[in-house]
């Protein structure tokens, strides 16, 4: 990856400079290597993680041009752009084919039956049983399904990102970024744990779930509606 540095650094914008862009680009590397952990689960046959990696720079030097120089807010403003980058390629190869999205709707409406049946939420045990699905297309599924509502969160947040050149100024790049932080402020206590662990510490469902005992797929539910109450607050502001 050496070579794009030096690529994109020669083309660095004159307000920034390559040697800023270069070392910029190289500090937030581990954040792109983040974001690509927990995209290739569930995107590695349609794309390999190198490919990953390399859209994920070129979203990471967008967020550059576009922030300005960076300060303690860049790496969540960068994050999206960087996860942006890589869903938008990664939809423009249809990296969930309709037959995919149809079994996901089938398996999503069976958990709902099984937890009806049950009267409460299922063990991952009864699932598999329940459902006939293996550990992994289990775990498939519910890394899927946060990626698709992430996706759709990220999308909000891009919007609210594209403003004209004329109002890109410091002050509303930092009303952006205290928006996102109100949005935040809308889950309760469990809600912004789990998007902390998995966010921020690259933790994944399973962890999470050992660290607030809780199932994987309560986890993912949780998840989804925390994403889900911070894109209605977000819709509210634009």
Do not use: C
Request: aromatic share 6%.
């Amino acid at each position: 990856m050496q070579h794009a540095y030096a690529e994109w650094g020669q083309s660095a914008q004159a307000g920034l400079g390559a040697d800023l862009e270069q070392r910029t680009l190289r500090e937030y590397a581990p954040l792109v290597k983040r974001v690509v952990r927990q995209l290739s689960a569930q995107a590695s046959a349609v794309m390999d993680r190198e490919d990953m990696e390399q859209i994920g720079l070129m979203g990471l030097l967008e967020a550059l041009r576009r922030y300005g120089v960076p300060d303690q807010g860049f790496g969540a403003f960068a994050v999206l752009r960087v996860r942006g980058a890589i869903l938008d390629e990664l939809r423009r190869q249809d990296w969930r084919p309709r037959s995919v999205r149809q079994d996901s709707h089938k398996v999503r409406d069976a958990l709902r039956a099984l937890s009806r049946q049950l009267g409460r939420e299922p063990s991952e045990a009864e699932v598999l049983k329940a459902l006939k699905l293996t550990p992994q297309a289990y775990q498939d599924f519910l890394q899927a399904e946060v990626a698709e509502e992430l996706a759709s969160f990220d999308e909000l947040v891009e919007e609210l990102a594209r403003l004209p050149s004329e109002q890109r100024s410091p002050e509303a790049q930092l009303m952006q970024t205290r928006t996102i932080a109100q949005a935040l402020g809308q889950l309760n206590e469990r809600e912004q744990k789990v998007i902390q662990l998995y966010y921020e510490f690259d933790a994944s469902l399973k962890e999470i779930g050992a660290v607030l005992d809780l199932t994987e797929a309560r986890v993912s539910q949780i998840n989804k509606a925390a994403l889900t109450k911070m894109r209605v607050f977000l819709q509210q502001q634009a």
